[in-house]
């Protein structure tokens, strides 16, 4: 029996970099013997402080109440049905583009729940304070890995832990170990810490 390494990748489900890098690693997952494990961040957390836009924080506060129902889900039922529920509101969120629906986000919430098997009353979390210790102790843990000057996804495997990586296309099959390959070779070597190019090209999700 191959056994297979752990993955923890830290995500706010509003993100598409994140929903689009998660959707690789379950890929991977088809080619190399990994298990994806999946943690929450906040990106309403991560900005508290800084200089952002208004607009951009408006928009990450009501995000947050996402994070919020994820935190009800896993405590009524275990982290296991995280990887179901972020599936849902991701498609809803990303592949259906209801993201830039603000007005969407309790239909979406009780939607996905209902989907992931869960119960869709959960959606009340969004309006509640009563998990907040549990995303912060989540964000703070995925944070630290990486420091405060990046954001989601974060990934950590085993010992090694990096921001990323922020790609535009979904790799399949081969492709998709084979970035994983590379990804692990670069980011192992404890004094390497950035490569970047200007990204030109908006993400997509087939």
Not at 99 to 110: F, H, I, N, P, V
């Given at each position: ?7 923890d ?7 598409p ?5 998660s ?14 494990r999946w ?16 607009d951009?924080?408006?928009?990450i506060?009501?995000?947050?109440e ?10 009524k039922?275990g982290?296991?049905?995280t ?6 509101l ?8 209801r ?53 989601t996804p ?28 590379g990804v ?5 070597f404890?004094?390497?810490?950035e ?12």
């Amino acid at each position: 029996m191959t056994v297979k390494t752990p993955v923890d990748l830290w995500f706010d489900p509003f993100c598409p970099f994140a929903w689009a890098t998660s959707r690789w690693l379950l890929e991977v997952e088809k080619v190399r013997p990994i298990e994806p494990r999946w943690r929450l961040m906040s990106l309403h957390m991560l900005n508290e402080g800084k200089d952002v836009p208004a607009d951009y924080l408006q928009r990450i506060a009501r995000a947050h109440e996402l994070v919020r129902v994820v935190a009800a889900a896993q405590q009524k039922y275990g982290d296991q049905v995280t990887g179901a529920l972020y599936t849902e509101l991701g498609t809803r969120l990303h592949n259906e583009r209801r993201g830039k629906r603000l007005d969407l986000l309790r239909q979406t919430a009780e939607e996905a729940l209902e989907a992931a098997g869960l119960d869709r009353k959960l959606a009340d979390a969004m309006e509640s304070e009563e998990y907040e210790d549990a995303i912060r102790a989540s964000h703070d843990e995925g944070m630290a890995l990486v420091g405060q000057e990046v954001g989601t996804p974060v990934i950590r495997v085993g010992s090694n832990a990096f921001f990323g990586p922020v790609i535009t296309r979904i790799p399949r099959g081969e492709e998709a170990g084979r970035l994983w390959d590379g990804v692990l070779l670069v980011t192992a070597f404890e004094d390497f810490f950035e490569l970047k190019r200007s990204r030109t090209r908006e993400v997509r999700f087939d």
